[in-house]
């Protein structure tokens, strides 16, 4: 598990760029993995508590199904900072430095959204391929 720190997206994306180029799976579904799981974590230590510890939780999935493939990303903290901090798309303008982060991981994703747990939260998203070619080792 990560530390609840900005840092810890740069090694997340790392890591899980070469899980996945361990696995062939193609370039252009591992850059749009590394913009999701670079938003989902930054906005985990920017919006919400750590896990107990000082940590993150950190998941993935990859799968191959009849339609194609799909990586599913989980993050889990220790829920928002603040009672009005549910994450949530804003309206934040192009040019701003904040607040677009989840409306690029609705774009991106499939699917997201959001599951509170004991004792956090957590953020998910779900992307699928249909066209690009996966070997799973």
């Given at each position: 598990?990560?530390?609840?720190?900005?840092?810890?997206?740069?090694?997340?994306?790392?890591?899980?760029s070469r899980e996945l180029g361990a696995r062939?799976?193609?370039?252009?579904?591992?850059?749009?993995?590394?913009?999701?799981?670079?938003?989902?974590?930054?906005?985990?230590?920017?919006?919400?508590?750590?896990?107990?510890?000082?940590?993150?939780?950190?998941?993935?999935?990859?799968?191959?199904?009849?339609?194609?493939?799909?990586?599913?990303?989980?993050?889990?903290?220790?829920?928002?900072?603040?009672?009005?901090?549910?994450?949530?798309?804003?309206?934040?303008?192009?040019?701003?430095?904040?607040?677009?982060?989840?409306?690029?991981?609705?774009?991106?994703?499939?699917?997201?959204?959001?599951?509170?747990?004991?004792?956090?939260?957590?953020?998910?998203?779900?992307?699928?391929?249909?066209?690009?070619?996966?070997?799973?080792?």
């Open positions: 598990m990560p530390p609840h720190d900005p840092r810890s997206a740069a090694a997340v994306r790392r890591e899980l062939r799976v193609s370039a252009d579904l591992t850059d749009d993995v590394e913009i999701l799981v670079s938003e989902l974590v930054g906005n985990a230590v920017r919006y919400a508590n750590p896990l107990p510890g000082g940590v993150l939780r950190i998941a993935w999935e990859l799968a191959r199904n009849d339609e194609g493939h799909e990586v599913t990303l989980r993050v889990t903290d220790g829920g928002a900072i603040d009672a009005a901090g549910f994450p949530h798309q804003m309206d934040a303008p192009l040019d701003s430095e904040t607040g677009r982060g989840l409306r690029i991981v609705a774009t991106l994703a499939s699917d997201w959204g959001v599951d509170t747990e004991a004792p956090g939260q957590s953020v998910w998203a779900v992307l699928r391929r249909k066209s690009t070619p996966l070997e799973v080792a």
